[in-house]
């Protein structure tokens, strides 16, 4: 029932009462139009229901964030299409409802709409979202109204949900190339594109013969056709991914917490696509508490990145860091990790002895501008 439903019930029964207690021409004429009225607009609301369509579509799957503190927009695109040639559809309205798992902010919204006679109207819905996360826009309901607003019909309702990304802007990060270019004891089929090695089996670069370079380096197919000698340079083999913890233990207030989870999000971006930028695959490892299991989940490509945040937004953060760390030590056992990230928000004045990784982990606290190295 709808407020012009109410008022036009309302003319009604005055309209009623004056036929009733003075019975007259102009009277009756008032009640006959009073009972005419609604049954043009029902008509023409199914004249229209007729030929209206309804589309909810994420046109922009990703909202990038101009600055950590200020609000992204989500965007999804109703489009409504009215194939009525005479009738225009003067106001519809869709029911939206909205929710980002990952920091827990969820709304509803009424969005309105109008579509020229013939026409197709695509109405933008943003949704204005403080923190990083996945956040799933559903459009419950959608209904259009008569010229009067004394009938409502529903042309769509439960459309598929739209996910959008909401993440922080890249912040640029100081790493250092060769530091995660790690030599590797294992068979690998990756080399560093950085520095050199002694693999034979790829060429890191060919030079003119210096003195104490050792004969069994000369390239004598390619001496010949220069005249002068030249040298392979064998290449460094490298780690098959580098292992990059995530810590979702957020502490503090509500608006610290909020602060430090966009933190979080900003630093696993930016460090990926240092990575993605440098040709150095990632495996990032989170504790899923919902489920009870560490998540993995391999990144050499942007699309790939945006697939992991996809699968990490579906987590909550926790203030418990203790249970996180028991909870890599577990997966860790038996696993020979020759170095790692942890990323966290959070302070692990005893992270160095927890035995996490067994040669090296390095803990970036992405509240701050440093890096720490742990031994």
């Not at 990038?64 to 040639?85: C, F, H, M, Q």
């Not at 957020?250 to 979080?264: A, D, F, H, I, P």
């Not at 490509?301 to 992991?308: A, S």
Request: glycine residues 6%; aromatic residues 10%; charged residues 25%.
């Amino acid at each position: 029932m709808t407020i012009g439903t109410l008022f036009f019930g309302l003319l009604f029964l005055m309209g009623l009462f004056i036929f009733i207690f003075y019975l007259e021409f102009g009277t009756v004429a008032i009640m006959g139009l009073l009972l005419t009225i609604p049954v043009f607009m029902l008509l023409f609301l199914i004249l229209l229901r007729c030929k209206v369509s309804v589309e909810v579509d994420s046109k922009n799957p990703l909202a990038e964030k101009d600055a950590i503190d200020r609000p992204a927009r989500a965007v999804i695109t109703l489009s409504v299409e009215n194939g009525n040639a005479i009738l225009p559809i003067t106001k519809g309205i869709a029911k939206v409802r909205y929710e980002n798992y990952f920091s827990g902010e969820k709304g509803k919204k009424l969005v309105r709409f109008s579509v020229d006679s013939g026409k197709k109207r695509d109405r933008r819905i943003p949704i204005v979202m403080n923190n990083c996360g996945n956040v799933a826009i559903t459009v419950e309901k959608v209904r259009i109204y008569d010229y009067l607003s004394i009938f409502a019909w529903t042309v769509g309702k439960n459309f598929e949900t739209q996910n959008v990304l909401v993440l922080p802007p890249i912040k640029e990060m100081y790493l250092e190339n060769d530091r995660w270019y790690n030599e590797t004891n294992e068979d690998s089929d990756r080399f560093s594109v950085y520095k050199k090695g002694d693999d034979p089996s790829e060429i890191f670069n060919i030079r003119e013969f210096m003195d104490g370079d050792k004969i069994q380096r000369i390239h004598w197919k390619l001496s010949s056709k220069t005249g002068s000698l030249m040298v392979k340079e064998g290449s460094l083999p490298l780690m098959k991914a580098i292992h990059i913890f995530i810590d979702l233990c957020v502490e503090g207030v509500k608006e610290e917490r909020y602060r430090n989870m966009n933190l979080l999000v900003q630093g696993i971006y930016s460090v990926s696509m240092f990575m993605i930028e440098h040709g150095i695959p990632q495996k990032f490892i989170w504790y899923d508490m919902g489920n009870e299991i560490v998540q993995e989940r391999m990144v050499e490509h942007e699309e790939e990145l945006f697939w992991m945040f996809q699968d990490l937004f579906k987590c909550r953060t926790t203030k418990d860091a203790d249970q996180l760390v028991e909870a890599y030590l577990a997966w860790e056992e038996g696993l020979a990790l020759e170095s790692a990230m942890y990323l966290t928000v959070c302070d692990h004045g005893d992270l160095s002895n927890s035995g996490l990784v067994r040669d090296r982990l390095e803990v970036i606290d992405l509240r701050g501008e440093g890096l720490e190295d742990e031994e």
